[in-house]
């Protein structure tokens, strides 16, 4: 288990994580501060570094020309990149889609609802504590999707996606601004409101990025009114150019009760020497008087357990470790490591009636990559970014400002540990739509297949 202070998990949040690694430097290799020796056919890359998750040093040199890049797309992409060490690189570079999985960073913002029932148990829970275990449980759960190795298509401004037929929920993200990219959602059923502003921020570094998650996540439960903030940790994507991309999240998340001042606090463990410590999480459910009450252990990609301990942090004699969560079964050999909640939110079989026609699902891009058809994929995101500026021109030239539909930006500045947030709030039209559009009693024929991407501030057609 990790400290049983709560300050005790800080220390370890900030660091680039561990594995063996395989370091490029001015035709050398080098594992850890010793051997080296020439490396033929790798000048031009000085200074990237490959971390090999498993941390075997017999095949470092080999996992270092592994990994999905042709030599030439390689050295297309260093030719581009290099310049951005060190750079925030999220709207930067127009990237290629050998990289994308086919979806949007507003469908991948919904991949957090696969466990939501946990939110369900959450809300009907009694204990105050168990209450905060399952919530935090339910923030940790989603861990396990996003150590996929794709990129999702960045939105396009106004670019929305609505999911409902999962757990009674009512979900819809809408893409709020496009410099800097933020995103906003919101998602309710009987138990719980979710609402999250989203605006990530990176630093590129060379073979790896980090991906810090500058947002405000809150989450209401309806039966005790209570209303949660969650801080997750960072994520890392190790060997972009050389080596298997492999995703590590390390630190602390934070889950605070701000209604009774109750908190979670979990350290995820950076991966370590021959992949120690890969996966673990661990923590304690802590009171408004910061006393250790439950302890939370577990692995983010397999499942999480918790039991009561006292003021040590100790377990309680006579209790056992309950397990609370464990990961569902997922398709095997899917290309893009999809589970079936995943395929779930691209099917349109989660779509709402009369869907709207600025939906990610409709975008030709992300459908020609779902597909298979790498080249039109390519096409077609040239195109729709192509359009996004001169929507952006025409706006500049009218001396409009773009306007979300479903959420209102406030005047309310958040802090975050990776800097300031402007917070966008659910403006409660989306409710109103869909509930006009469910009382209807018109038939409707639409083939949602065959809607043409709308998201457009001035096209001659309309996204209603």
């Known amino acids: 288990m990790g400290s049983k202070d709560q300050g005790g998990a800080a220390s370890s949040g900030g660091g680039g994580g561990g594995g063996f690694f395989y370091s490029i430097a001015a035709g050398v290799r080098s594992w850890g501060t010793a051997v080296h020796k020439s490396v033929n056919g790798l000048l031009g890359y000085e200074g990237l570094q490959v971390i090999n998750p498993d941390g075997g040093t017999e095949d470092a040199e080999a996992e270092a020309l592994r990994g999905r890049w042709k030599q030439e797309d390689r050295d297309s992409y260093w030719k581009m990149m290099h310049k951005y060490i060190g750079s925030d690189v999220t709207s930067l570079v127009t990237l290629p889609v050998i990289i994308f999985e086919p979806m949007t960073m507003l469908q991948k913002m919904a991949e957090l609802m696969e466990y939501c029932e946990l939110l369900d148990k959450a809300d009907e829970c009694e204990d105050p504590y168990m209450r905060m275990v399952y919530a935090s449980t ?273 005047d309310e500045i958040a802090p975050t540990p990776w800097g300031e947030l402007e917070v966008y709030e659910y403006n409660g039209k989306y409710t109103e739509h869909r509930a006009a559009i469910d009382s209807s009693s018109v038939a409707d024929d639409t083939d949602v297949t065959s809607m043409e991407f709308n998201p457009w501030q001035y096209s001659s057609s309309s996204s209603q």
């Open 138 to 410: 339910w923030a940790v759960s989603v861990y396990f999707a996003y150590q996929r190795t794709w990129k999702p298509f960045n939105p396009i401004l106004g670019e929305t996606y609505e999911m409902v037929n999962h757990q009674g929920i009512t979900f819809i993200a809408e893409q709020v601004s496009h410099h800097p990219p933020m995103g906003a959602a919101h998602c309710e059923n009987e138990h719980f409101t979710y609402d999250i502003t989203s605006k990530l921020k990176t630093k590129f570094l060379g073979n790896s990025v980090e991906v810090y998650p500058l947002g405000r996540t809150r989450v209401t439960l309806k039966k005790s009114g209570v209303m949660l903030e969650l801080v997750p940790p960072l994520t890392k994507v190790n060997n972009l150019i050389f080596g298997r991309t492999w995703v590590d999240s390390l630190g602390e998340m934070v889950m605070t009760n701000l209604t009774t001042g109750d908190k979670v606090v979990l350290l995820f463990q950076p991966c370590g020497w021959f992949g120690a410590g890969r996966y673990e999480v661990d923590g304690y459910v802590y009171n408004a008087a910061e006393e250790p009450k439950i302890m939370i252990s577990g692995k983010w990609n397999q499942f999480m357990s918790c039991q009561p301990c006292d003021q040590e942090g100790e377990p309680l004699p006579g209790t056992e470790l309950k397990e609370i969560w464990r990961v569902a079964p997922t398709p095997p050999n899917d290309k893009y490591q999809y589970t079936y909640f995943a395929h779930k939110i691209n099917s349109f079989d989660t779509a709402p009636k009369k869907l709207l026609a600025s939906d990610s699902r409709l975008r030709p891009d992300r459908y020609a990559l779902e597909k298979g058809d790498m080249s039109k994929s390519g096409s077609e995101k040239s195109r729709l970014e192509e359009q996004q500026r001169a929507e952006k021109r025409t706006r500049e030239a009218k001396e409009e400002q773009f306007t979300p539909r479903w959420f209102n930006r406030t």
